[in-house]
T-cell receptor, first 115, second 113 residues
Framework: NAGVTQTPKFRILKIGQSMTLQCTQDMNHNYMYWYRQDPGMGLKLIYYSVGAGITDKGEVPNGYNVSRSTTEDFPLRLELAAPSQTSVYFCASSFDRGVSGYGYTFGSGTRLTVV | QQQVKQSPQSLIVQKGGISIINCAYENTAFDYFPWYQQFPGKGPALLIA?????SEKKEGRFTISFNKSAKQFSLHIMDSQPGDSATYFCAASLINSGYALNFGKGTSLLVTP
């Protein structure tokens, strides 16, 4: 059981480039999330989805887009990369709201540097 | 606006000691309070969680204490071990946000031998 798989693990982008961070889960979870983690700032929610075809903005959505065409996949798109988007990105999924005792299952992260 | 405020930012504890991390929240709609543990290079993982109708929950060496009136909750790690060295995040869930967790800024814990 792979859990939540994120690719790539590392990436360097030039300012203005675009890329897609991939996230896939094999647990049949309805809920999926994208967080970014900056040193000393905790985890901030970018976008989330409560099921296929449904997405909504989190705390810091500017500069990002998402789609959820299937239950398994929740890619995060960066358009016109900026240095402020240098961060570690985590994808997560949950069976329900994460309150059943199983919590969120996080991927291992994508470390993105924009230069 | 930080929904959940966590302190301290870093903590050094000797092996066998008690580690205490505190969190405070403002929104009384929060109804679920988990703690996550993160090791370097890994994603966070659920450690222990509590609901506001319970004042304390214990799992092994880890205990959450919850004070609803003060809107505070804390994580106690008893008999701290070097293997507990990690970053700890408290979090809270907000009902009308689609069940997404709001995380604190994290506490970096170092347990010295």
């Amino acid at each position: 059981n792979a859990g939540v798989t994120q690719t790539p693990k590392f990436r360097i982008l030039k300012i203005g480039q675009s890329m897609t961070l991939q996230c896939t889960q094999d647990m049949n979870h309805n809920y999926m999330y994208w967080y970014r983690q900056d040193p000393g700032m905790g985890l901030k929610l970018i976008y989330y989805s409560v099921g296929a075809g449904i997405t909504d903005k989190g705390e810091v959505p500017n500069g990002y887009n998402v789609s959820r065409s299937t239950t398994e996949d929740f890619p995060l798109r960066l358009e016109l990369a900026a240095p402020s988007q240098t961060s570690v990105y985590f994808c997560a999924s949950s069976f329900d709201r994460g309150v059943s005792g199983y919590g969120y299952t996080f991927g291992s992260g994508t470390r993105l540097t924009v230069v | 606006q930080q929904q959940v405020k966590q302190s301290p930012q870093s903590l050094i504890v000797q092996k066998g000691g008690i580690s205490i991390i505190n969190c405070a929240y403002e929104n009384t709609a929060f109804d679920y309070f988990p703690w996550y543990q993160q090791f370097p290079g890994k994603g966070p993982a659920l450690l222990i969680a509590i609901r506001p109708d319970v004042s304390e929950k214990k799992e092994g060496r880890f205990t959450i204490s919850f004070n609803k009136s003060a809107k505070q909750f804390s994580l106690h790690i008893m008999d701290s071990q070097p293997g507990d060295s990690a970053t700890y995040f408290c979090a809270a869930s907000l009902i009308n946000s689609g069940y997404a967790l709001n995380f604190g800024k994290g506490t970096s814990l170092l347990v010295t031998p």
